[in-house]
């Protein structure tokens, strides 16, 4: 802003301001013209990058049309889809196969428990209720063992002296009889604890030192990562610090044996007299300080209890009743096998969640109508064959072990026996008159994906034949992109130019209506790329390629050009070369030779005459984006990397100098002019003077 003193007009009555004002807009000229070029600039680099986002869609469908499988779509057809259904891949070869016969369907494997669950059929075990509410409800016993499940996320840090570990805190002391559960990224882990064992893919190396467990991966895992773990502890521990806004306390677990808890706050030991409606009370010698709920594993504090033992540190073990079992499956994995650990606060809906959600590929289920549980297998076929694991050849593996408690074999009335197990059979069938199997009723072979809906002796013929509907709407599309390319390029060369119409100032805005603005800029910015060499050229490169022949000794000469194909320039030479297609041609061409078709559009070559049309396409598109993008950038470019950025740089800096040559130039106008105002201020102050001696003589 000036520093000078303007003094405007009091002396000589001028409006110097509007003097000033009409002298600076002759002297603004130069500057206007500055910024209305910006303008200009700013407008094609606006239009160019329009543009280029259909030369870059165009390409992306290039990109589509170089694939194999727009050209070899496939379509089947089955003699009897109520026997056999089949669906192509596009490498599959064309032609039939037969199916003479199926003998045998795939089936699942399924075990079926051997009696129902509940002691009274009035009064049956409750899906939703805790295992330790309802235990003398089952008609087996429910045999418990005092400790603990826990149930923990452990997220990883990235260690950087060990990549491959990740170190978290027990809660309380390991069983090590029972082996922990490690779960990650959907993944079930086996958990082994020899140090000297070369880790697998799904092994983890289990090692436990001063109340912490260190599970070590043969892989990095990254920061951030979540797993899943899940261990028996002899008894759970909880480290808690009070502070002054200390309420209460969640255990891991509920139904807690309250002979098994223990506490202390600081160094006093807390007592757990009977309390009522289930819950026990919580003493520091003959001051109660809160409650403990043994079903929901609670403690809730007296409302001073965080003021009188803020700082004080908190210890708490307790212990709870659980049972556990252990289930295997034989899956096209091979052979897995599943621990399965229950607390007493947990329900039979949570039984069936694990198992469902296991990596088994197990599905149990209960019946209420027969109290009974079932477990099938989610994949179909035969995995098992003769085994030491189990002789019977079981699908489904339960323990057998009669003098080892089991829940599934004791409790739910699940059986190791075979003759509870039912299914889990391969489909057998002759094929083009040979005998074979397969573990799944849906199965592919040479690209064609078979499902057997039924067993039958009377031979069905699966065709496979060109889905020409499919390859001609894949064409289609080409055609229809290319026509939009064209449309969009040629409206911009031909667009009209109005010379006179330049990029208002701010000033002629103010005059104007927004009606009148927008139609103004309309014309301003309409035809900045009129006959733009890079535009002309990529159209009279592309028309060149798509009508020269394709000289490939791999197509017929039948079909070497577009034009054999039914596809053709339209006769309105206006519309700047836009493509048309005979449906019935095309169609006819895909059907008899679809080979040559294919190598038509996506042939390749040492030379250009030697390349498809798409092949040759893509590279001119390739080369105009980039062109276009040298000159007008990308929307992430900075001015610095593209020819019309860098011009507008150059043109902001001119019109920057402008601007505060201008201002100088107003400073001196208004100096100049509060000169004059300050000589004719003395002047008139002089005359005053003068006429006062001349009034009183």
């Known amino acids: 802003m000036t520093s000078i003193q303007r003094i405007t007009g009091l002396a000589s009555g001028m409006d110097i301001d509007s003097i000033v004002e009409k002298m600076m807009t002759v002297a603004k000229q130069p500057l206007v013209k500055l910024q209305q070029q910006k303008q200009i600039l700013e407008w094609q680099e606006e239009d160019y990058r329009t543009l280029n986002q259909k030369y870059f869609d165009f390409r992306s469908t290039l990109s589509n049309m170089k694939l194999t499988s727009k050209y070899r779509a496939r379509t089947t057809t089955s003699s009897n889809e109520s026997y056999v259904t089949a669906t192509a891949a596009n490498n599959a070869s064309l032609g039939s196969t037969t199916i003479q016969s199926v003998t045998q369907l795939a089936t699942a494997a399924t075990r079926v428990a051997k009696a129902s669950i509940s002691t009274d059929s009035s009064n049956k075990v409750d899906l939703n209720q805790s295992l330790w509410k309802q235990s003398g409800n089952f008609s087996g016993s429910i045999k418990w063992s005092q400790g603990g499940v826990i149930s923990d996320t452990i997220t990883a840090k990235g260690d950087s002296t060990d990549p491959t570990s990740v170190t978290f805190d027990l809660k309380g002391t390991l069983n090590s009889n029972m082996p922990m559960n490690v779960k990650m990224n959907g993944k079930t882990y086996e958990v082994v604890t020899d140090p000297s064992v070369t ?153 069936i969640s694990k198992v469902n959600n296991s990596n088994l590929g197990l599905t149990m289920y209960y019946d209420e109508y027969k109290d009974m549980f079932t477990l099938t297998r989610k994949e179909t076929g035969n995995f098992h064959s003769s085994s030491s694991v189990d002789k019977d050849n079981n699908e489904i593996i339960i323990s057998s072990d009669t003098d080892t408690y089991d829940f599934l074999r004791d409790t739910l009335k699940f059986s190791g026996s075979t003759e509870y197990e039912y299914g889990g059979t391969n489909a057998v069938f002759n094929i083009n008159g040979l005998d074979t199997e397969r573990t799944s009723n849906t199965f592919t072979i040479s690209g064609v994906t078979y499902t057997l809906k039924s067993k039958f002796d009377s031979p069905v013929t699966i065709s496979v034949s060109n889905d020409v509907d499919t390859i001609y709407n894949n064409i289609k599309n080409f055609v229809d992109q290319y026509n939009s390319l064209i449309d969009a390029v040629q409206s911009k060369l031909n667009e009209d130019r109005y010379s006179d119409y330049a990029p208002l100032t701010d000033d002629q805005r103010k005059e104007m209506t927004d009606t009148q603005q927008d139609q103004w800029d309309k014309k301003a910015r309409s035809g900045l790329l009129r006959n733009d060499m890079t535009m002309k050229s990529s159209l009279s490169n592309m028309r060149s390629l798509i009508y020269s022949k394709v000289n490939n000794a791999n197509i017929s000469s039948e079909y070497n050009q577009l034009s054999s194909i039914g596809i053709t320039t339209t006769s309105d030479w206006l519309k700047g070369g836009k493509l048309e297609i005979n449906e019935d041609k095309l169609k006819a061409a895909i059907q008899n030779d679809p080979d040559s078709v294919e190598l038509l559009f996506r042939a390749t070559g040492s030379t250009t005459s030697e390349k498809g049309i798409v092949q040759r396409l893509y590279d001119s598109v390739n080369n105009t984006y980039n062109t276009i993008v040298d000159k007008a950038g990308k929307s992430t470019y900075v001015n610095t990397q593209f020819t019309i950025g860098k011009n507008i740089n150059d043109l902001t800096d001119k019109i920057r100098d402008m601007n505060d040559k201008l201002g100088k130039l107003e400073d001196r106008y208004y100096a100049q002019f509060t000169a004059m105002e300050q000589a004719i201020q003395k002047y008139n102050s002089q005359y005053t003077y003068l006429s006062s001696f001349f009034s009183n003589s």
């Not at 306390?249 to 160094?267: A, E, P, R």
Request: aromatic fraction near 10%.
């Open 199 to 351: 880790l697998s893919d799904n092994q983890v190396l289990l090692t436990t030192a001063g109340g912490q467990a260190t599970l070590k991966f043969n892989s990095n895992i990254s920061a951030g990562t979540s797993i899943s773990v899940e261990y028996v502890v002899d008894k759970a521990t909880k480290s808690a610090s009070v502070s002054s806004d200390t309420k209460s306390i969640q255990l891991d677990f509920g139904d807690i044996i309250t002979d098994s808890f223990t506490m202390t706050v600081g160094n006093n030991n807390v007592s757990l007299p009977q309390g009522t409606d289930g819950n026990m009370n919580l003493f520091i010698g003959s001051t109660q300080i809160g409650t403990l709920n043994p079903e929901t594993g609670k403690i809730d504090f007296n409302s001073d209890f965080g003021s009188i033992y803020s700082g004080s540190a908190i210890q708490i073990s307790y212990q709870q009743n659980y049972t556990s079992f252990n289930l295997k499956t034989y899956t096209s994995s091979g052979l897995v096998n599943g621990n399965f650990y229950i607390g007493a606060d947990k329900t039979l809906n949570d039984v």
